[in-house]
């Protein structure tokens, strides 16, 4: 059982490495990084950066594995939930900027007024449907 243990451990690590190494890979081609460190004024903290991403990757890898719950229930899910919801925002948002999406999707559309009200729609549909996927059944 220990040798199992030990294995299925070090599929999800390798796992986690080459997924998060993709993941920073991409991210930093389009050049999300610096857009998102400039937008915070956080520029010399990208090493953490990628180093979150490393070590997210592998945790979330591991725990999906091995299938473990977070400790203290729901209230430390819904601030674990809180925490990611954030941060899959600002990455969405720096990617969005980078690619140009919402100008190009305002031009399109002949949108001139209402593009803030456009983003929050987004942002509100995401919370909602996050909040949807973990508490309902």
């Known amino acids: 059982m220990l040798v199992k243990n030990v294995l299925l451990f070090l599929i999800a690590a390798a796992g986690g490495g080459v997924v998060s190494g993709g993941v920073f890979a991409l991210i930093s081609l389009i050049g999300v990084f610096p857009q998102l460190a400039s937008r915070t004024a ?17 945790a979330g890898n591991v725990i999906s594995v ?32 980078i690619l140009k ?8 559309a002949r949108l001139v007024q209402g593009i803030p009200y456009i983003v ?18």
């Open 101 to 108: 999406v919402i100008p190009i999707f305002a031009e399109r």
């Open 120 to 137: 929050l729609a987004i942002a509100a549909g995401k919370a909602l449907g996050s909040y949807y996927q973990m508490f309902w059944p």
């Open 42 to 58: 956080t520029a010399t903290h990208i090493a953490a950066y990628e180093s979150c991403i490393i070590w997210g990757g592998i």
């Open 66 to 97: 091995f299938e473990w719950g977070i400790p203290g229930g729901k209230p430390i899910l819904l601030v674990f939930g809180l925490f990611c919801g954030i941060y899959i925002g600002c990455f969405a948002m720096a990617l969005a900027e």
